[in-house]
């Protein structure tokens, strides 16, 4: 086994190939950019370099960089983990130049799957089933349009040398084709340096299914199951487990032949993934090869008892597979959700920022966490803003559901914003339950998972209520010189009559302001119109129990002196900030006069001018910003006084970037 290797990567992957060396003894060296120098991949390494800026392409994506260290620190092998170089044949062949084992495919099989047309041709040579499409070479824009009209519609655009589903457009008529076109080279060129588009009949209403393959330097190839994918948003996975419930043991059986054909196909080495697109009826179509790690590995590993990176390790050493296909086994059910930094209520806006508090559930036999950040760390602009995998396992995929229910309401994350309510509606769901899915499922129906401006309803703005009384309550006695004395009391205890207290919630914007009388988990509560008697109200920091008007409930509930974080009868999260019980009304006479940077990010398209006359929800600039592209509207119809940014500019949050006339 190899003594030293270097981690050409950062975040969750890097910690995440580290724990596996740690295990074996095998000695750890990490690199880092500007922004990740107090990063936990670096601390968590047995040594560090630094080996540029923030930007990747000024770090991560720089292999001569990487490679240097490499040699400075006498590493045997880099491991590339997933995005960055992993699936890069140049930074492949040029460790295999330095002497450098690289734990992962042969240059030559990641360039045989690097381009989704060449891999195509060649699946097509070895009877892998594919979609009816278009792949040459021709990439004129009229030839192409032609083709998409001889292939039929609904269409849909890929970049060829992409992944992750960036730059991939629906097209339903000849009329969308050049602006979907345009959109989708453009993104693809920013993203993969290449414009090269592919063409595939569009599937309605599919599944997605992906089969991990692993192979060695002995001739042995086989895959270890499948994992579904198919709750997605835009492109972007959002669940992934392991079985899938819609295969049979004969389509899984297929399925992995074909998959282990795709593999052979380049005679493939280590682990990678042989994606399909599956229809209604069974029938399924290849899609591409990932020649590396997957982000949702863990559900395999869950589910077979087994460590993927070891894996990788020890075939990069040259050992044979540690199982044959007939000693692969899958028991039980696994299910994985990645915890990311954004805001589904607007859009899925990326976020950034410091990370006030981070609670995560404990690990167990039934519940597995992959990080990259702790409580204190920055999620940063520069970078994919994942906070977590959460993974977890039963016995069957309800137990596995619920599991995953429990698992996200034991989750806190403040400082930026997150998707945790978001992953509980989902996994609530009834067609998410019943598998009633399919990969466009969650755009048709995204209403039905994002709160949006909801409200809640009275009795669990009365229980928000109740716990920040305990909470004060609790926090003052806790720390009075004199718990005894009157002046210590948090009851609002005036001379001659009860006392009352206004406790002031705000959750969406919306201010709920609570008049309270009593203490000591007794009280009377008044919220606008409706009224409710607590009585007997005890809060541990965790859950509340009390009778609201005679009904005793149990209610999940966190309280500090910010905000209150509390579950619902239904199982939905409410997040109540704590705001001054007395304001000013104020008001922004600027709104809907201009248009603001919403994070730091590049311009990548400025579409009006000072001058122009535009519509409301016209497009007027698009961002990139932490590995994504944010469309710009005009809040209202006017005319444009100035255009502050140009393509290509970098701009700061808040920046104005469009001003209207009055």
Request: net charge negative; with cysteine; proline share 5%.
């Amino acid at each position: 086994m190899f003594d030293r290797i270097l981690i050409a990567n950062r975040g969750e992957i890097a910690c995440r190939v580290i724990r596996t060396c740690r295990r074996l003894g095998i000695h750890t060296i990490a690199v880092y950019s500007d922004a990740d120098k107090d990063a936990q991949h670096v601390r968590l390494a047995d040594e560090a370099w630094h080996i540029g800026g923030s930007r990747p392409d000024e770090s991560y994506l720089r292999g001569d960089a990487i490679i240097e260290v490499a040699k400075k620190t006498s590493a045997e092998a880099v491991h590339p983990g997933y995005g960055f170089l992993s699936e890069n044949t140049g930074f492949s062949r040029a460790c295999k130049d330095a002497g450098l084992v690289f734990i992962g495919p042969d240059p030559e099989s990641i360039e045989a799957m690097g381009s989704k047309a060449a891999a195509k041709h060649l699946m097509a040579k070895h009877d892998v089933p594919l979609v009816p499409g278009y792949d040459g070479d021709n990439q004129d824009n009229a030839f192409l349009a032609q083709q998409a009209h001889q292939i039929g519609y609904p269409l849909l655009l890929k970049p060829s040398m992409g992944g992750g589903g960036k730059g991939m457009q629906i097209v339903r008529s000849d009329a969308e084709f050049p602006e979907a076109l345009a959109t989708a080279q453009r993104v693809a060129k920013a993203a993969f340096g290449d414009a090269a588009m592919l063409l595939e009949r569009y599937i309605e209403h599919p599944r997605h299914i992906e089969f991990q393959v692993f192979g060695d330097r002995h001739g042995n190839v086989i895959h270890i199951d499948e994992r579904e994918c198919t709750a997605q948003r835009r492109y972007q996975k959002v669940l992934e487990e392991t079985p899938s419930p819609f295969l049979t043991p004969e389509r899984r059986a297929a399925m992995g032949a074909a998959a282990v054909a795709a593999a052979k196909a380049v005679n493939y080495v280590g682990a990678g993934t042989v994606e399909f697109i599956v229809g209604p009826q069974g029938d399924f179509h290849f899609m591409e090869m990932n020649t590396r790690l997957q982000v949702e590995h863990p559900v395999t590993e869950m589910t077979h008892g087994i460590d993927l990176v070891e894996w990788q390790l020890r075939v990069a050493n040259g050992e044979p597979l540690p199982m044959t296909q007939e000693q692969i086994h899958s028991h039980g059910h696994a299910i994985e959700a990645r915890l990311y930094a954004e805001d589904p209520d607007h859009g899925f806006l990326p976020s950034s920022g410091r990370l006030v508090r981070l609670r995560l559930p404990e690990p167990s036999a039934h519940v597995r966490l992959d990080g990259g950040v702790i409580q204190g760390d920055t999620v940063t602009i520069f970078y994919d803003p994942m906070i977590a995998k959460l993974i977890v396992w039963d016995v069957d995929r309800p137990s596995a559901l619920q599991r995953m229910r429990e698992a996200l309401a034991g989750c806190e994350i403040v400082g930026p914003k997150s998707n945790v309510a978001f992953l509980e509606r989902l996994v609530r769901h009834p067609s998410v339950i019943e598998h009633r899915i399919d990969t466009g499922y969650l755009d048709r129906h995204l209403d039905e998972f994002v709160a949006g401006a909801a409200q809640p309803d009275q009795r669990v703005v009365c229980a928000a209520a109740v716990a920040t009384l305990l909470h004060g309550e609790c926090h003052v006695t806790s720390e009075a010189a004199d718990p005894h004395s009157p002046w210590n009391r948090a009851d609002a205890w005036r001379v001659g009559h009860a006392g009352k207290r206004l406790v002031a919630l705000s959750v969406h914007d919306q201010r709920h302001v609570v008049e309270a009388w009593g203490d000591a988990g007794n009280y009377r509560l008044q919220c606008g119109e409706a009224s409710c008697t607590v009585e007997s109200a005890r809060w541990d920091g965790h859950t509340l129990s009390a009778r609201f008007d005679g009904e005793a409930q149990r209610i999940d509930v966190r309280a500090d002196a910010a905000r209150v974080l509390l579950h619902d009868a239904e199982g939905i999260r409410w997040r109540f900030e704590r705001v001054p019980a007395f304001v000013w009304e104020t008001g922004d006479s600027a709104s809907g006069n201009q248009i603001i940077a919403p994070m730091p990010g590049r311009i990548v398209l400025v579409k009006a001018k000072a001058g122009d006359k535009v519509d409301a929800g016209q497009e007027l600039l698009v961002m990139e910003a932490m590995k994504m592209e944010l469309s710009l509207k005009a809040p209202r119809a006017g005319v444009i006084e100035a255009v502050s940014a140009a393509a290509g500019d970098f701009v700061e949050a808040d920046a104005v970037l469009v001003r209207f006339a009055e």
